[in-house]
């Protein structure tokens, strides 16, 4: 079974900068991809970036030349956050999506019902004003 662990998170004053990481294991497929989402209290969640198994990146436009994603051969996905916001703020969350679902670009993502793809249990980003 993959599964799916972030490290990382705190809280961070605005302006500045951290950087998460996703470790997924198990994942067989050839295609696949590991995104990021985010959620703030009484908020839907968002999608806020992905990378294929190619390299091939998605980006929200919120956060768009602010955060970029990246993986090593291991599987290991990064998320440098950076010029943060107190909008940033929320629960991130990291998940993959194997197959189809692979070549999903990150808003599409976000609209698929929890169900399909592994999810890990999310790391806590505070960005204070």
């Known amino acids: 079974q993959v599964q799916v662990t972030e490290f990382g998170g705190g809280s961070i004053q605005a302006g500045g900068s951290t950087i998460l990481s996703c470790a997924a294991s198990?994942?067989?497929?050839?295609?696949?991809?590991l995104a990021w989402f985010r959620q703030a209290p009484g908020k839907e969640r968002e999608g806020v970036a992905s990378i294929d198994q190619d390299g091939g990146t998605s980006y929200a436009d919120s956060v768009k030349g602010r955060f970029t994603i990246s993986q090593d051969n291991a599987k290991t996905v990064y998320l440098s956050l950076n010029s943060l916001k107190p909008d940033d703020t929320g629960m991130y969350t990291c998940?993959?999506?194997?197959?189809?679902?692979?070549?999903?670009?990150?808003?599409?993502?976000?609209?698929?019902?929890?169900?399909?793809?592994?999810w890990g249990q999310g790391t806590q980003v505070s960005v204070s004003s």
């Open positions: 998940a993959a999506f194997m197959n189809y679902f692979s070549d999903y670009d990150i808003s599409l993502l976000a609209t698929l019902p929890p169900t399909i793809g592994s």
């Open positions: 198990g994942i067989t497929a050839s295609r696949y991809c």
